[in-house]
């Protein structure tokens, strides 16, 4: 029996995983989501027919997102997560000694059910002490939070989906608001590559780049991500990604990772030309 | 309401079966089913162009119903409780002007609130009614025009026993309503017609929660806007009938400007969107209130604004308050309105309703959901933060009372110039200027130019309100009355 999972990157292309069966579909009132056994990727999620992570490619972003302004701030206490109702984001967080607490935002509240049930290495991150998971729309939270965080992880995805709020410019500055005055923000920044991703990408820059004094673009491989390939966003108040960022320090914690690496701390902020220039354009317009 | 009949939708299902048939056209429109028009097809999708099609036995003929059509409007005037609904093609605005054209002939009175929409004046123009005007009541501080107070209708009924008919906004765009059961009362009791523009009270119909609608009043007709709050297509709307109206004589003036090939697209969003509302209304506009309600809630607590709801009822020109609007007051962040709509749009990507001198109103309806209630919400509060100022007086009142000089008609058709606008002061305007939306004339034909209406246009203008009207589309100049009427 051939049993094909496809989730279209564009109109033209997709992207085909064999599965080796179903483990759950259901439907909330933002979000289709489906769990499927696969032979290459292992398990994965999707939500509305795209993968949002899968067992073998989940460590990379979730150890970008995490690591690359951790290592950035010299000290981070409070930090708040939107989205990330997996817990792979809050998971990397608790490596962090320092880290007193980790507010997780995510409004529905069957993704992380879902999560829990079937992707417990992820969602181990929740049962932390520290973190506290909010069943709430990311800016509703936000909107009454002044100067209370160190670090804020958007971890939404979908600019034109449900968390479509989390790209904004109201985002943006709610973020702003809400953290201090030495504080970051990262964010998933999309991938430039496909003609219909584009617009998106740089409207994204063009929103973080006049919302805060600092604004720099990173990048991964994500095999399951459209091209596979993807940007991060890093807004700060303060920090300069490459400036700030003290290598010793970070590789004196001895955390494991399989993907970030001091060194490709700096490589990640080395983009394509082409990148280089669209992001360029819209700090221009 | 039979709710079993409400099931059907005759037009609706006509189409699908002639979908079926395969008809081979060699009739108009010339598309046929698209295939002359690819690049059309490509925009609209099959669907759409295949049941854009003529009348014909099957589908009835809008101009005089027999069947499917027939059964459709026998099933809104059903739904809305009405002697008789007229599915309308040419937008609420031939609604309006149908029921303002069967009240009222050449020289006839009519009794009207001066905030009403330009299609009522323009109505005047084309039968020569004449305009008895009540100023509706303004609200202090948010500078909003209320509805009318009882004592004023009174009053202009007994200084005008001679009027026809009084025609009442049933909301107003803001969601203010008159006392409507007491002044149709008072207009039967005098002989008058009472007439209702209710181009934002299609949902009124269909909630126990919110005002009272026209026909449950028992007004004689009533304009009601489908395509607002009842889901339907742009343009569609309906004409409702109490049981005393003439129905035969109110087809005869429909027809009289009414197209002869209306679009099935339309009719059948009509009957599609009837059926909706019968059935699953007033669940919908259950929850279209609370989201408003929420909505007001969250904006009052970000603070320097005042999104305001039934408080503002106060039992005679705020008789009832229609809570599925969302009307915020914006002065106290030092913005008008017309500024905080114009960052919404070019800084956060949000279009709303409109934005006048000290007011946004935001639509809300059946197809939103919280999430974009969410980003409205941040917006505003990351306008107070970004953008606020401090707050300076300059209009308190929105409404300037005017003075008809002469009729609609007679001021339209009159011999005219074209002055600076600065220079007509004193002169009898002869055109529309109007802030659109919500196309409420600051000045109609025939009314007299002042100069606080020349300071309040100049103003509206300089903080970017889309002025509309004018032959001059710069509204440097305006057209005058050569002479006095």
Same mark, same amino acid.
């Given at each position: 029996m051939e049993f094909w999972f496809n989730d279209m990157h564009t109109q033209n292309v997709q992207l085909s995983i064999r599965v080796e069966k179903q483990l759950f579909s259901g439907e909330s009132d933002f979000q289709r989501i489906d769990v499927f056994e696969s032979p290459e990727f292992g398990r994965f999620l999707a939500s509305d027919g795209s993968v949002i992570f899968s067992e073998k490619d989940e460590f990379t972003y979730d150890e970008m997102i995490v690591h690359v302004p951790m290592a950035v701030h010299p000290n981070v206490k409070r930090v708040l997560v939107i989205g990330g109702g997996d817990g792979g984001v809050a998971r990397e967080l608790t490596h962090y000694e320092e880290i007193e607490s980790i507010d997780v935002v995510e409004q529905d509240k069957l993704f992380v059910d879902v999560c829990r049930k079937f992707f417990p290495a992820n969602a181990c991150g929740l049962d932390d002490p520290r973190v506290?998971?909010?069943?709430?729309?990311?800016?509703?939270?936000?909107?009454?939070?002044?100067?209370?965080?160190?670090?804020?992880?958007?971890?939404?995805?979908?600019?034109?989906?449900?968390?479509?709020?989390?790209?904004?410019?109201?985002?943006?500055?709610?973020?702003?608001?809400?953290?201090?005055?030495?504080?970051?923000? +990262? &964010? =998933?920044?999309?991938? /430039?590559?496909?003609?219909?991703?584009?617009?998106?990408?740089?409207?994204?820059? *063009? @929103?973080?780049?006049?919302?805060?004094?600092?604004?720099? +673009? &990173? =990048?991964?491989?994500? /095999?399951?991500?459209?091209?596979?390939?993807?940007?991060?966003?890093?807004?700060? *108040? @303060?920090?300069?990604?490459?400036?700030?960022?003290?290598k010793k320090r970070w590789e004196d914690r001895g955390i494991k990772t399989w993907y970030y690496t001091a060194n490709l701390h700096v490589g990640a902020f080395m983009l394509p030309r082409y990148v280089e220039d669209l992001l360029e354009e819209e700090e221009n317009s | 309401?039979?709710?079993?009949?409400?099931?059907?939708?005759?037009?609706?299902?006509?189409?699908?079966?002639?979908?079926?048939?395969?008809?081979?056209?060699?009739?108009?429109?010339?598309?046929?089913?698209?295939?002359?028009?690819?690049?059309?097809?490509?925009?609209?999708?099959?669907?759409?162009?295949?049941?854009?099609?003529?009348?014909?036995?099957?589908?009835?003929?809008?101009?005089?119903?027999?069947?499917?059509?027939?059964?459709?409007?026998?099933?809104?005037?059903?739904?809305?409780?009405?002697?008789?609904?007229?599915?309308?093609?040419?937008?609420?605005?031939?609604?309006?002007?149908?029921?303002?054209?069967?009240?009222?002939?050449?020289?006839?009175?009519?009794?009207?609130?001066?905030?009403?929409?330009?299609?009522?004046?323009?109505?005047?123009?084309?039968?020569?009614?004449?305009?008895?005007?009540?100023?509706?009541?303004?609200?202090?501080?948010?500078?909003?025009?209320?509805?009318?107070?009882?004592?004023?209708?009174?009053?202009?009924?007994?200084?005008?026993?001679?009027?026809?008919?009084?025609?009442?906004?049933?909301?107003?765009?803001?969601?203010?309503?008159?006392?409507?059961?007491?002044?149709?009362?008072?207009?039967?009791?005098?002989?008058?017609?009472?007439?209702?523009?209710?181009?934002?009270?299609?949902?009124?119909y269909f909630s126990d929660m919110l005002p009272m609608d026209a026909m449950t009043a028992g007004a004689d007709m009533a304009a009601v806007s489908m395509h607002k709050s009842g889901g339907s297509l742009t343009q569609s709307s309906l004409l409702l009938l109490g049981p005393n109206a003439n129905q035969r004589y109110v087809d005869k003036i429909i027809n009289l400007t009414q197209t002869t090939s209306a679009s099935y697209l339309l009719m059948s969003s009509l009957d599609i969107s009837r059926r909706n509302l019968a059935l699953r209304g007033e669940k919908s506009f259950e929850k279209v209130a609370q989201m408003a309600q929420y909505a007001r809630d969250e904006i009052n607590e970000v603070g320097g604004y005042y999104a305001y709801g039934s408080e503002l009822v106060n039992g005679d020109s705020v008789y009832d308050f229609d809570v599925t609007k969302l009307s915020v007051y914006t002065r106290d962040i030092g913005l008008a309105g017309i500024e905080v709509y114009d960052l919404l749009r070019d800084e956060y990507d949000i279009q709303i309703e409109f934005g006048d001198i000290s007011n946004i109103l935001a639509y809300i309806s059946i197809g939103d959901r919280l999430q974009d209630i969410e980003r409205l919400v941040g917006a505003l509060a990351d306008i107070k933060r970004l953008y606020s100022k401090t707050p300076t007086d300059f209009f308190i009142a929105e409404y300037i009372s005017p003075v008809v000089a002469a009729t609609p008609q007679a001021a339209f058709y009159a011999e005219k110039e074209s002055l600076p606008i600065r220079e007509t002061v004193g002169k009898i305007c002869s055109e529309f200027v109007m802030c659109y939306p919500p196309g409420i004339p600051i000045l109609a034909p025939g009314e007299v130019i002042t100069k606080e209406i020349v300071e309040y246009i100049l103003y509206a203008q300089a903080k970017g309100s889309s002025m509309q009207g004018p032959e001059d589309p710069d509204i440097r100049y305006l057209n005058v009355l050569v002479k006095g009427v």
């Open positions: 506290k998971v909010f069943y709430q729309d990311g800016l509703r939270f936000l909107r009454s939070r002044m100067d209370e965080y160190d670090l804020i992880i958007n971890d939404a995805t979908d600019p034109l989906g449900h968390t479509a709020g989390l790209f904004t410019k109201e985002f943006y500055g709610s973020c702003y608001k809400a953290l201090h005055d030495d504080g970051i923000m +990262v &964010y =998933q920044h999309g991938s /430039p590559f496909f003609d219909e991703d584009e617009d998106p990408c740089r409207a994204m820059h *063009k @929103k973080a780049y006049r919302s805060f004094p600092v604004s720099r +673009v &990173y =990048q991964a491989h994500i /095999p399951t991500c459209p091209a596979g390939y993807w940007l991060f966003g890093f807004a700060s *108040k @303060k920090y300069h990604p490459l400036e700030h960022f003290d | 309401m039979n709710l079993n009949d409400q099931k059907r939708a005759p037009i609706y299902e006509a189409l699908n079966r002639f979908r079926k048939q395969r008809v081979v056209p060699f009739d108009v429109p010339g598309h046929k089913r698209g295939r002359g028009n690819p690049e059309l097809v490509e925009l609209l999708g099959d669907k759409c162009v295949g049941i854009d099609v003529n009348s014909m036995k099957p589908l009835d003929n809008l101009c005089h119903p027999t069947s499917v059509i027939k059964d459709a409007e026998e099933l809104a005037a059903d739904a809305f409780g009405a002697a008789h609904a007229f599915l309308m093609v040419g937008g609420t605005t031939s609604s309006v002007q149908s029921m303002i054209l069967s009240a009222c002939k050449s020289g006839d009175k009519i009794i009207m609130p001066r905030n009403v929409h330009k299609s009522a004046i323009n109505a005047l123009v084309l039968c020569g009614a004449i305009p008895v005007y009540i100023d509706p009541r303004v609200e202090p501080k948010l500078g909003i025009p209320l509805g009318m107070e009882l004592d004023d209708v009174r009053q202009a009924m007994d200084e005008n026993p001679d009027a026809v008919a009084v025609l009442v906004n049933n909301p107003t765009y803001y969601g203010v309503c008159s006392n409507l059961k007491a002044i149709v009362e008072l207009a039967h009791a005098r002989g008058m017609q009472a007439l209702v523009d209710e181009a934002h009270g299609t949902h009124l």
